[in-house]
């Protein structure tokens, strides 16, 4: 059985002073409940929440594929979120130990 670490995209936000830089409010159900932020300029994806590196970096180039490196339009991410806003990583294709709790 496969388990998967997945990020929702659920809206974005352009700012005139950071025409590179989408900022998304998502979820990512397998660890968090609620929603998180997220900042992506193509070459680098942040995250306010403490999610682990490497995915966090597979998760990138996946966006990178979606929305490719700005200066980024509202249109063209908006027509990129329809056709991909999910992005999903097999907890078998990383390095990173993912945090267990045992409680």
């Not at 907890?91 to 990173?96: A, E, F, L, V």
Request: with cysteine.
């Amino acid at each position: 059985m496969n388990t998967y670490f997945v990020i929702n995209l659920q809206e974005f936000e352009l700012k005139k002073d950071h025409p590179y830089t989408i900022f998304f409010k998502a979820t990512c159900t397998f660890i968090c409940q609620g929603i998180i932020e997220l900042e992506y300029t193509g070459p680098e994806l942040k995250c306010k929440a403490s999610l682990p590196s490497d995915y966090m970096d597979k998760v990138c180039k996946e966006m990178q594929s979606v929305f490719g490196y700005g200066p980024f339009n509202k249109s063209e991410v908006k027509k990129a979120m329809n056709k991909q806003s999910q992005f999903r990583i097999n907890q078998c294709d990383t390095d990173d130990e993912w945090p267990i709790n045992n409680n």
